[in-house]
């Protein structure tokens, strides 16, 4: 295959799109010694370069065409049944020693993998092409703003990369001429999809990954989890400032005062859909616009901390997406979409559980199966993706391209907990805000292999992407609050507590705009609030309810503090923090005592 529109940026000479910096050259032809690919393709990431992909790819039945009059310009992957999600107990980080990577990742040796790596690659792209994707995270004036190269031999990836990343010459200019200038290293091989040589290794020293073995997202799309938070945390405690897995949105008042919220919800606990949501006809004239869906790069500027979402698209999950649920992310991707491991109905679109409308009679599942109503089996995985660019969004921020960021005033932490943790409560200052984030879990969801619906600690949901020790992250962010002069307040949600019968108490979505204008009003300091052992409480008539169908019986309870859970959760932060092995922060220690002693008074 041949670059169908060979660039002539920069012009040095070669004539196509390689960069002007040599070491990037010399990294290209060592890992093209080393695979042996047919030939290689430096992506532009032009329009044209991209139909001419989609073509090849539709051609090898990478991708199905879907009916172009339902979702124009949209295309459906189905990836390897063995392949359908972030692969944590095959990720590794790897420095020089085990401490560095802490307990919560594994670790592994860099020269010895490097060396059974190098094994693995060794000829693996033969008979196919080698693409080098330039991108960029982050908007072009900002100094976030981090460069990266993936080399892979997946067209898949490319198409996703183009959507997720800005690609291309824009990266190309960034990076210039500096031969010390900072880039990262990624490289990509399919292999052959075995599950026994999948491995995503993480150098955080040497500002490379390799990941080997996967077709999946999470796992070869390496700006994304890989880059953006993994080594992205790394960098960011060496240079001062955090790399969260946090979606950011903007919050308008009908007076147009506006606010900006971080907020870190694990993986499938609905970061898109509160990103994106609509307020209820009762709030009428407010509006929420979105930053980014699931990674947030904040600095400290003038005390305060500004955000800025390093990636130029989503990737989400599908199922469970409606016009009830998130109206803004079905126009997103009613176009210019590609879709992973959802259903074929047989008018040519796709189709999922929890889509709007009655299910089709007959389409293939994600698997290539026939599918009916009345099969045992979901037609779509449940991890199945869309990627949309987040220009598809209706609901995108007008300062989403601003390089210094967005002043946050808020920050977010919550899980999906059946029990004990309240739909709201605010931290009393920094030090323990950290501590609610430290102390974060959630009922496991399908976005990683693994049970489903166990509560496990995931601080922060930096749990799988946290690139260095645990405890030298917490106390990174104890740091960071003494830079702050205007820290945000940090509140911590829980939008999934169920009663006795075991029904959701709260409407969740767009509902949660009320829980929203709370924090809001807590951040201009006109919201009222009761002092509890765990934070400051709203009563319920500090909660905009009016217009809502919700019992009073309800509210009271998803506000409450069972005291017997609390113990219960008391201990259960011992065992995590127990479970560290003397890593954690003197601070946070403090901070759990002082948390058993409220509930003593
Ligand atoms: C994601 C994840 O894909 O968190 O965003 O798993
Ligand atoms: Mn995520």
Redesign the pocket.
């Known amino acids: 295959m041949k670059n169908p529109a060979p660039a002539i940026f920069p012009p040095n000479g070669i004539g196509d799109t390689r960069p002007a910096n040599q070491a990037v050259l010399d990294w290209v032809h060592e890992i093209a010694a080393l695979t042996e690919p047919e030939n290689i393709f430096w992506c532009d990431g032009s329009d044209r370069e991209n139909e001419f992909l989609i073509a090849e790819s539709l051609k090898q039945n990478v991708l199905i065409k879907l009916n172009q009059k339902k979702v124009p310009h949209s295309n459906l992957h189905r990836s390897d049944p063995n392949d359908v999600a972030?692969v944590e107990q095959f990720t590794f980080v790897c420095t020089p020693t085990k401490e560095e990577v802490g307990p919560t990742n594994n670790w592994s040796e860099p020269k010895e993998t490097y060396a059974k790596l190098r094994g693995l690659l060794k000829g693996a792209m033969r008979g196919r092409t080698m693409f080098v994707i330039p991108y960029m995270m982050g908007p072009p004036d900002s100094p976030l703003t981090k460069i990266g190269f993936e080399i892979t031999d997946s067209k898949y990836v490319v198409l996703n990369m183009r959507i997720m990343t800005r690609m291309g010459e824009i990266a190309l200019k960034r990076l210039g001429n500096d031969p010390s200038a900072e880039w990262n290293r990624g490289t990509h091989s399919l292999l052959d999809i075995n599950p026994e040589r999948r491995f995503i290794c993480h150098f955080p020293q040497d500002n490379t990954i390799i990941s080997v073995g996967s077709g999946y997202?999470?796992n070869v799309l390496l700006s994304?989890?890989c880059l953006a938070l993994r080594i992205g945390s790394y960098l960011a405690r060496k240079q001062a400032w955090l790399a969260e897995?946090m979606l950011i949105l903007g919050v308008e008042s009908p007076e147009g005062k506006k606010h900006y919220l971080a907020a870190a919800f694990?993986?499938?606990c609905g970061k898109t859909n509160f990103a994106m949501l609509i307020p209820p006809a009762h709030f009428k004239g407010w509006k929420v616009t979105t930053v980014g869906d699931?990674i947030c790069w904040m600095q400290v500027r003038d005390g305060r901390l500004y955000a800025i979402n390093p990636e130029n698209g989503y990737?989400g999950v599908v199922p469970g997406t409606s016009y009830k649920s998130n109206p803004n992310a079905m126009r997103a991707i009613s176009h210019d979409t590609l879709y992973t491991n959802v259903a074929l109905a047989d008018d040519g679109d796709a189709w999922w559980e929890g889509k709007d409308g009655d299910p089709p009679q007959h389409a293939i599942d994600w698997r290539g199966n026939d599918w009916t109503p009345a099969s045992k089996e979901k037609a779509a995985h449940p991890n199945s993706?869309f990627t949309t660019p987040m220009r598809n969004n209706p609901a995108l921020d007008p300062d989403v391209e601003k390089g210094e960021g967005v002043p946050i005033s808020a920050i977010i932490f919550g899980g999906r907990r059946s029990d004990t943790v309240p739909l709201v409560y605010e931290s009393f200052n920094w030090a323990h805000g950290v501590y609610l984030g430290a102390t974060m879990a959630s009922e496991t969801t399908a976005?990683?292999t693994g049970a489903v619906g166990r509560v496990r600690r995931d601080p922060m949901a930096m749990l799988p992407f946290c690139g260095y020790n645990i405890g030298d992250y917490f106390q990174h962010w104890l740091d960071m609050g003494k830079r702050l002069t205007h820290p945000p307040l940090i509140f911590n949600v829980n939008w999934f507590r169920k009663g006795v019968k075991g029904q959701f108490l709260w409407p969740g979505f767009g509902e949660n705009m009320r829980v929203l204008k709370w924090i809001i009003d807590r951040c201009d300091g006109t919201g009222g609030a009761l002092k509890s052992p765990i934070g400051w409480l709203p009563s319920p008539h500090d909660l905009d309810l009016v217009e809502l169908d919700i019992d009073h019986k309800c509210v009271a309870e998803i506000l409450g503090i069972d005291h017997e859970e609390w113990q219960r959760e008391l201990a259960a932060h011992k065992e995590f923090f127990d479970s560290l092995g003397g890593i954690v922060p003197e601070q946070l220690l403090e901070q759990r005592e002082q948390l058993a002693a409220r509930f003593m008074e």
Request: proline letters at 7%; zero cysteines; hydrophobic letters at 30%.
């Open positions: 972030r997202g999470g994304k989890k897995h694990p993986s499938a699931d990737f993706r976005a990683a």
